[in-house]
C-alpha cells in the first residue's frame, strides 16, 4: 500500500468514525422549541445532535453480516440517517439518498463540488456543505434542489452545518495564500425554508470545526485560537475564550460546560454560559480530535499519540493510553470507547474479554483492529445496520 493510499484510509477511518458513532454520549437530547425533531433510532447530523453528544438509544449490531453495500462514484463522505434513509454524500460531486433496509437508490443528486462532511437532515430537507462554496438544501424524499446559498470565496466544505430554530449555522473559511498569516471566515445562519441569510459573524482566522448548538447559543472554534460563543438569534457575540494555538476540535457541550481541544496541547472546559476556565488539561502535542464525553468523563486524543480519559468536573487524569501514532477521532457507544489512530489501528476500550492485548499505558483495549487497505464501517441508527466496504483507492 502506498502512502497516499494509507493517509485517504486512515482519515476515511477517522470521518466514518466521527460521523456514524459520534463524539460520545451523555444522555438523549430533547429538542427545543423550534427545533427539528427526530425519534431516537435516528442520527441526523454530525455528532447524532446539535450538541454534539453523539448518544443513540438504537440497538447495536451482535454481528458483522453484511446486509448490503452500495458504490458511489468516489469515495464516500460521512452519513446521516433519519426515517429510513441514509444520506451520505460523495466525492463524485453527489448526495445520495438510499434505502437503509436495502440499500437501493431513493435518488442522488449531482451538485457543483465535493460532499465530506455529513449532512444535516431536518424539516423534511437535506442540507449539505459543497466542495463549489455553496450550502445546499435538497427535498428529502425526492432529492430536489429547494435552495442554495453561495458564499463566495468563503469554503464551506470544512465542516458540517447544525440545524435549529429554524436556522442553518455553518461556517466558512477564506483560502489562506502564503506568506499571509491568516485568512478570515464567517458563521453564518441561514433561514432553513428559504435560504436567506439572517446573519453573519466575522472571525479573524479559518474555522475547521463544526458549529455546536445549545441553550441558544453556537459554540465554535477557529485558527485564531479563540473558542466563540454566539447568540443563535442575533449572530452577536456573547464571549470568547482565548487559547494558546489554533482550535480546528469540534466543540461538544454536557454538564453545562463546553469541552474543546488546542493545538497549544490543551483540552479545556468552559462554562457554557459565561466562557470562564474551569479547567485545562497538558498533553505532549496538540489536540484536535473532538472529545468524546460520557458517564462525567471526557476522552480525547492528542498528537501525542495518546488517549486520554479525565474527570468531567474536575480535569484530573483517570487513565491513559499511548498508540503509536496521533490520535484523532473518538466516539462512545454501548458502554465502550472506539478509537481511531494514524497507527491504522481502531482501538476498542471497555469492560470485557480482552480479544488482542495491546502493550500501553493505564487503558486497555478490548481488541485493535489494522487497518490496511479498506475499512468496513458500521452505520447504526435504529434496527439499521449495514456493512459498508469501501473499495475506492488511489493509484500509485
Not at 466558512?172 to 453573519?200: C, D, E
Not at 479545556?268 to 498533553?283: F, K, Q, R
Not at 497507527?343 to 502493550?359: H, I, M, R, S, T
Request: charged fraction near 15%; hydrophobic fraction near 40%.
Amino acid at each position: 500500500m502506498n502512502r497516499k493510499t494509507g493517509l485517504f484510509v486512515f482519515a476515511s477511518v477517522c470521518l466514518l468514525l466521527q460521523a456514524v458513532l459520534g463524539t460520545g454520549f451523555i444522555m438523549p437530547v430533547t429538542s427545543g422549541a423550534g427545533n427539528p425533531q427526530e425519534t431516537a433510532d435516528d442520527w441526523p447530523m454530525f455528532g447524532h445532535d446539535l450538541m454534539h453528544t453523539g448518544y443513540s438509544m438504537s440497538k447495536a449490531p451482535d454481528t458483522n453480516k453484511t446486509l448490503w453495500k452500495y458504490r458511489t462514484g468516489h469515495f464516500p463522505g460521512a452519513p446521516a440517517v433519519v426515517d429510513g434513509v441514509v444520506f451520505v454524500g460523495s466525492y463524485d460531486n453527489k448526495t445520495y439518498a438510499l434505502n437503509a433496509s436495502t440499500g437501493d437508490e431513493i435518488w442522488s443528486r449531482k451538485l457543483g463540488g465535493n460532499v465530506w462532511h455529513s449532512p444535516a437532515v431536518a424539516y423534511g430537507m437535506v442540507f449539505v456543505n459543497c466542495g463549489d462554496n455553496r450550502t445546499y438544501a435538497l427535498d428529502a424524499a425526492t432529492g430536489e434542489l429547494v435552495w442554495s446559498y453561495e458564499t463566495g470565496d468563503y469554503r464551506v466544505v470544512g465542516s458540517s452545518p447544525a440545524v435549529a430554530y429554524g436556522m442553518v449555522f455553518i461556517a466558512a473559511s477564506k483560502t489562506r495564500f502564503p506568506p499571509q498569516p491568516r485568512a478570515p471566515a464567517k458563521v453564518y445562519a441561514l433561514n432553513a425554508s428559504t435560504g436567506a441569510k439572517i446573519w453573519s459573524y466575522m472571525i479573524d482566522d479559518q474555522v475547521f470545526c463544526s458549529p455546536a448548538v445549545a441553550e441558544g447559543k453556537v459554540y465554535i472554534g477557529s485558527n485564531d485560537a479563540n473558542v466563540y460563543a454566539l447568540d443563535a438569534y442575533t449572530g452577536n457575540k456573547l464571549w470568547s475564550y482565548q487559547t494558546g494555538r489554533l482550535v480546528q476540535s469540534d466543540p461538544a457541550v454536557a454538564y453545562g460546560l463546553v469541552f474543546i481541544g488546542s493545538g497549544d496541547n490543551r483540552t479545556y472546559a468552559l462554562n457554557a454560559t459565561t466562557g470562564e476556565l474551569i479547567w485545562n488539561y497538558t498533553t505532549g502535542d496538540g489536540v484536535h480530535s473532538a472529545p468524546a464525553v460520557a458517564d462525567g468523563k471526557v476522552f480525547f486524543g492528542s498528537l501525542d499519540k495518546t488517549i486520554y480519559a479525565l474527570n468531567a468536573s474536575t480535569g484530573e487524569l483517570i487513565w491513559s493510553y499511548e498508540t503509536d501514532g496521533w490520535v484523532f477521532q473518538l466516539a462512545i457507544a454501548y458502554g465502550k470507547l472506539f478509537v481511531s489512530s494514524a497507527d491504522y489501528n481502531v482501538y476498542c476500550f471497555g469492560e470485557g474479554e480482552v480479544l488482542a492485548p495491546e502493550e500501553g499505558g493505564g487503558g486497555f483495549p478490548l481488541w485493535a483492529f489494522w487497518i490496511i487497505a479498506g475499512v468496513a464501517v458500521a452505520a447504526i441508527a435504529g434496527l439499521f445496520v449495514a456493512m459498508a466496504k469501501v473499495t475506492y483507492k488511489t493509484e500509485n
